[in-house]
């Protein structure tokens, strides 16, 4: 009989570059800790953009009045509506101007405990999306939110004129440009499920009839006026991040 060595029973497993890499796990508390710091960094960060955005109110609200209809009045019906008014904004401003900081804190904290394939989901997500909101913002700002102002703006001036609070009037123009903000994360949504492998490429392309439709009922639902020309708008850019979306996912054959 042949004798058998230690080696050949594999009794002493070499260790992995890997396993041997690995750190030891932290306690709850130090996650909290870490988790506390960073909530602080991202607050702190707001603070001041918030802050930065209302000394600069008055050029921002200056700037959203000017996509008005020309011969538009505003007024300030309550005490204290243009401050109010300006807090709004420097609120939607900072948060914008914040969203990247705000982001990579809590990348940093939730990056180091996924996997390969998560991380591959979640870096595009976190990437992306300040990107696509900022650019669905201004989309808004230069043609959704003119458009629809001059459809509701210029329904019945033969017969009146047109004043409108100046609260209500921001809250709307700031309402549109969060709504089609939203929208354009479309892609990165549509990419993470696809990493997931719950769509793809075929799948989608197969459905571009539930698409198309789908897309004409949420622009029917996001836009709030009821001319065709707005739902058409919203809907049209709904399909169109549909169909890059399909593109991409082509480019990555997923």
Not at 16 to 38: A, F, G, Q, Y
Not at 169 to 188: D, E, H, K, R, Y
């Amino acid at each position: 009989m042949k004798p058998i060595s230690t080696k050949e029973l594999n009794l002493y497993k070499k260790k992995n570059t890997d396993e041997s890499s690995i750190e030891t796990l932290m306690p709850l508390s130090v996650h909290l800790n870490e988790l506390r710091t960073k909530i602080i960094i991202s607050l702190v960060v707001l603070c001041l953009t918030m802050l930065i955005g209302f000394s600069y109110s008055r050029e921002i609200i200056k700037l959203l009045t000017k996509i008005a209809p020309d011969g538009t009045t505003f007024l300030q019906i309550r005490p204290g509506e243009f401050f109010f008014t300006s807090l709004r904004a420097a609120l939607f401003v900072g948060f914008v101007s914040a969203s990247p900081v705000i982001i990579w804190q809590l990348a940093s904290f939730i990056l180091p405990g996924l996997t390969k394939k998560e991380k591959n989901i979640a870096l595009p997500i976190l990437t992306g999306a300040p990107f696509l909101f900022l650019t669905g913002a201004v989309f808004a700002y230069c043609f959704v939110v003119p458009s629809m102002l001059n459809f509701l703006f210029g329904f019945g001036k033969d017969i009146i004129s047109t004043s409108i609070s100046i609260e209500h009037f921001i809250s709307f123009t700031l309402m549109i440009m969060a709504v089609c903000g939203c929208t354009f994360l479309l892609p990165i949504i549509i990419l993470a499920l696809a990493n997931v492998g719950i769509v793809n490429s075929p799948m989608l392309i197969n459905k571009w009839r539930y698409a198309i439709l789908s897309s004409v009922i949420l622009g029917a639902v996001l836009t709030p006026t009821p001319d065709p020309f707005n739902m058409g708008v919203v809907s049209g850019i709904l399909i169109a991040l549909y169909s890059l979306s399909v593109g991409l996912l082509k480019i990555m054959k997923k």
